[in-house]
């Protein structure tokens, strides 16, 4: 979960990202920052994540992310 | 009836279909909307709806056997011992097939009706022989119903909804006639089963929807189609004009499309709502817009997610791109090298996006122009960022944002020019007369006046716009005019009412001296 931190906080600095949970909806994460996280993710975790993996409820918050994080770890896409 | 905006759509068709909505059994309702879909669809298209039956046909043959390859694919991952790695494999091979089929289907229908021409003409100058093309001419909204074609069968493939058994379900989703002109562009997840199910309309939806349609039709009458009286004499012969003339032609059109779309938007939901239907909205302030790719967000909306959700996403997360990415990573870094990979889908969705619009050159110059503008912003931006704080200029202040504020409206002002003209030889020519050639004096000495606009006529697009102000800043803050006109009681829900319809009666422009705009998005 730290990591989702350190990653958000390095392609984004200077934003609060504990607690929220509406970083797509208040567009804090654009469509640029969230292939940004995308391709992070897929290397720190060696994951695929698929398109339709890419809506607000996966990545509205740092816990949300998590988890979608771990659901692809699972399921070794 | 040849739109929205007839006598016998506003007096006959429209209220005669929810009333016949509100008299027949639930059970059969959707019965009632297919059957005006279709005749709406059969009064402006003609034998042209065998195209959108067509297109119903192939999504729902398509979403069938990807519900079954998906169903088959779960029964094989259940078992015991599964390399459930091979088998997603296999089915994802397999499901992708399905899909390109179907896809493929209602985008060759699209190609062969409306770009066909406009490909051959381009392959002509090649030395290329071309057959002469017969004319079949474009069904009302394809670009539209096509779009939710697609969305519904990537939707199934993704497992986001489930396959649809029943055809008729899918041709209403394709075809509901408050959206089939110019949309807004619905999700099945979003419209198909209200559509369906044929839910009790309340007098408040009632109240709601009938002021909406009305607002959307002072926006059109009492704007756009007063300002087509100086808009289309300017760009049918702009060589007559000089470049202070075309500035305000390319700024009163702009106005004018806003007006035009917008209110048509206002009407879809707004009729929508007679029958119970909340469809998505299209539109949300765009000229408050503080960047391009802001003002994208706002401004037909649903397209733009579309795009997002359907081609940015896609090419971005593809094979390809992604080693593209990974290079661009380690050569610029984490922030900059996705930024400068993006370019490849920022590119597909700007070709897409200017060919959605129409066959022609000026539009492929429009998509190409907010690609540059758009990819550009995100490559300068870590840059503009630096630069601003070691100038000390704060990017959280009034003044910086009032100038994103005019910086995007005289993009936007630059980008509808373009998409105004003719061609992108003359879209460029326009431009460069608009600056080169600019002259204030002739927006003073009347020669303004003499293309088509009178003051009267000004007055009442600057007063009407004063009103679009106050709406949008309203809307910006939350407030919704007619929540609270529904709470104050029935004599304010008529009276706004009555006023809407007195708006479009005393200040609409129809009649002697006006012609009214074409509905623009209608032939896309």
């Given at each position: 979960m730290d990591a989702i931190l350190d990653i958000l906080e390095e392609l984004?600095?200077?934003?609060?990202?504990?607690?929220?949970?509406?970083l797509v909806d208040s567009r804090e994460l654009d469509s640029l920052t969230i292939i940004a996280l995308v391709a992070e993710l897929e290397d720190v975790f060696d994951i695929a994540v698929p398109a339709?993996?890419?809506v607000p409820e996966n990545l509205n918050s740092p816990e949300a992310i998590w988890a979608l994080v771990c659901r692809l770890r699972e399921q070794g896409l | 009836m040849t739109s929205y905006f007839t006598p016998q759509f506003l007096v006959l068709f429209l209220p005669g279909s929810a009333l016949c909505y509100q008299l027949v059994p639930r059970r059969a309702r959707w019965a009632v909307l297919l059957a005006a879909s279709y005749a709406f669809f059969w009064a402006l298209s003609g034998w042209l709806a065998v195209f959108v039956t067509v297109s119903a046909l192939v999504i729902w043959l398509t979403g069938l056997a990807l519900g079954t390859e998906a169903a088959r694919r779960g029964r094989e991952l259940a078992e015991?011992?599964?390399?459930r790695r091979a088998v997603r494999r296999l089915w994802q091979r397999r499901m992708r097939l399905t899909l390109a089929v179907g896809v493929l289907a209602n985008l060759g229908i699209l190609v062969a009706l409306k770009y066909a021409g406009f490909l051959a003409g381009l392959v002509r100058p090649l030395g290329a022989v071309m057959p002469e093309l017969p004319r079949i001419g474009l069904p009302i909204g394809i670009s539209f119903y096509t779009m939710q074609a697609v969305s519904y069968l990537v939707d199934v493939y993704r497992g986001t909804v489930a396959a649809d058994a029943n055809p008729l379900r899918l041709a209403l989703y394709l075809t509901?006639?408050?959206?089939?002109?110019?949309?807004?562009?619905?999700r099945y997840a979003q419209t198909a089963q209200a559509l369906w199910s044929g839910a009790p309309v309340t007098a408040k939806q009632v109240f709601s929807g009938s002021a909406r349609v009305l607002w959307g039709l002072a926006k059109r009458m009492v704007v756009a189609d007063r300002l087509n009286s100086l808009v289309s004499p300017v760009f049918a012969?702009?060589?007559?004009?000089d470049g202070g003339v075309i500035v305000l032609a390319a700024v009163l059109y702009t106005l004018q499309l806003y007006c035009d779309f917008s209110g048509t938007m206002d009407c879809a939901v707004g009729m929508g709502r007679l029958f119970g239907i909340a469809l998505p909205e299209?539109?949300?302030?765009?000229?408050?817009?503080?960047?391009a790719s802001e003002f994208w967000r706002r401004w037909h909306v649903t397209l733009g997610e579309w795009f997002k959700d359907y081609v940015f996403y896609p090419v971005s997360l593809s094979g390809p791109v992604k080693r593209l990415t990974g290079a661009a990573r380690r050569a610029l870094g984490g922030r900059m090298g996705p930024a400068a990979a993006s370019g490849v889908a920022l590119f597909c969705v700007w070709l897409a996006n200017g060919l959605w619009h129409g066959a022609g050159t000026q539009y492929l110059l429009f998509g190409m122009y907010y690609f540059v503008l758009i990819w550009a912003g995100a490559l300068v931006e870590p840059a503009s960022q630096a630069l601003c704080a070691r100038l000390g200029?704060?990017?959280?202040g009034a003044l910086w944002h009032g100038f994103q504020h005019v910086r995007t409206l005289l993009v936007v002002v630059a980008g509808e020019l373009i998409f105004r003209s003719a061609s992108a030889e003359q879209g460029l020519e326009l431009l460069g007369r608009a600056t080169l050639?600019?002259?204030a004096d002739s927006l003073l000495d009347g020669t303004v006046l003499a293309v088509g606009m009178d003051v009267a006529d000004f007055v009442v697009v600057g007063v009407f716009v004063v009103l679009l102000l106050v709406a949008g800043v309203l809307r910006e803050r939350g407030v919704h005019p007619l929540e609270g006109a529904w709470r104050r009681g029935p004599v304010v829900r008529w009276a706004v009412c009555f006023a809407l319809l007195m708006c479009v009666v005393v200040?609409?422009?129809?009649?002697?001296g006006y012609t009214p705009v074409d509905p623009m998005y209608a032939s896309f």
């Amino acid at each position: 979960m730290d990591a989702i931190l350190d990653i958000l906080e390095e392609l984004k600095p200077g934003v609060e990202y504990r607690g929220r949970t509406d970083l797509v909806d208040s567009r804090e994460l654009d469509s640029l920052t969230i292939i940004a996280l995308v391709a992070e993710l897929e290397d720190v975790f060696d994951i695929a994540v698929p398109a339709a993996e890419i809506v607000p409820e996966n990545l509205n918050s740092p816990e949300a992310i998590w988890a979608l994080v771990c659901r692809l770890r699972e399921q070794g896409l | 009836m040849t739109s929205y905006f007839t006598p016998q759509f506003l007096v006959l068709f429209l209220p005669g279909s929810a009333l016949c909505y509100q008299l027949v059994p639930r059970r059969a309702r959707w019965a009632v909307l297919l059957a005006a879909s279709y005749a709406f669809f059969w009064a402006l298209s003609g034998w042209l709806a065998v195209f959108v039956t067509v297109s119903a046909l192939v999504i729902w043959l398509t979403g069938l056997a990807l519900g079954t390859e998906a169903a088959r694919r779960g029964r094989e991952l259940a078992e015991l011992g599964a390399d459930r790695r091979a088998v997603r494999r296999l089915w994802q091979r397999r499901m992708r097939l399905t899909l390109a089929v179907g896809v493929l289907a209602n985008l060759g229908i699209l190609v062969a009706l409306k770009y066909a021409g406009f490909l051959a003409g381009l392959v002509r100058p090649l030395g290329a022989v071309m057959p002469e093309l017969p004319r079949i001419g474009l069904p009302i909204g394809i670009s539209f119903y096509t779009m939710q074609a697609v969305s519904y069968l990537v939707d199934v493939y993704r497992g986001t909804v489930a396959a649809d058994a029943n055809p008729l379900r899918l041709a209403l989703y394709l075809t509901f006639f408050p959206q089939i002109m110019e949309g807004p562009i619905c999700r099945y997840a979003q419209t198909a089963q209200a559509l369906w199910s044929g839910a009790p309309v309340t007098a408040k939806q009632v109240f709601s929807g009938s002021a909406r349609v009305l607002w959307g039709l002072a926006k059109r009458m009492v704007v756009a189609d007063r300002l087509n009286s100086l808009v289309s004499p300017v760009f049918a012969d702009p060589g007559s004009y000089d470049g202070g003339v075309i500035v305000l032609a390319a700024v009163l059109y702009t106005l004018q499309l806003y007006c035009d779309f917008s209110g048509t938007m206002d009407c879809a939901v707004g009729m929508g709502r007679l029958f119970g239907i909340a469809l998505p909205e299209n539109f949300s302030q765009p000229f408050f817009s503080r960047t391009a790719s802001e003002f994208w967000r706002r401004w037909h909306v649903t397209l733009g997610e579309w795009f997002k959700d359907y081609v940015f996403y896609p090419v971005s997360l593809s094979g390809p791109v992604k080693r593209l990415t990974g290079a661009a990573r380690r050569a610029l870094g984490g922030r900059m090298g996705p930024a400068a990979a993006s370019g490849v889908a920022l590119f597909c969705v700007w070709l897409a996006n200017g060919l959605w619009h129409g066959a022609g050159t000026q539009y492929l110059l429009f998509g190409m122009y907010y690609f540059v503008l758009i990819w550009a912003g995100a490559l300068v931006e870590p840059a503009s960022q630096a630069l601003c704080a070691r100038l000390g200029v704060s990017r959280s202040g009034a003044l910086w944002h009032g100038f994103q504020h005019v910086r995007t409206l005289l993009v936007v002002v630059a980008g509808e020019l373009i998409f105004r003209s003719a061609s992108a030889e003359q879209g460029l020519e326009l431009l460069g007369r608009a600056t080169l050639d600019f002259r204030a004096d002739s927006l003073l000495d009347g020669t303004v006046l003499a293309v088509g606009m009178d003051v009267a006529d000004f007055v009442v697009v600057g007063v009407f716009v004063v009103l679009l102000l106050v709406a949008g800043v309203l809307r910006e803050r939350g407030v919704h005019p007619l929540e609270g006109a529904w709470r104050r009681g029935p004599v304010v829900r008529w009276a706004v009412c009555f006023a809407l319809l007195m708006c479009v009666v005393v200040f609409g422009a129809y009649g002697v001296g006006y012609t009214p705009v074409d509905p623009m998005y209608a032939s896309f």
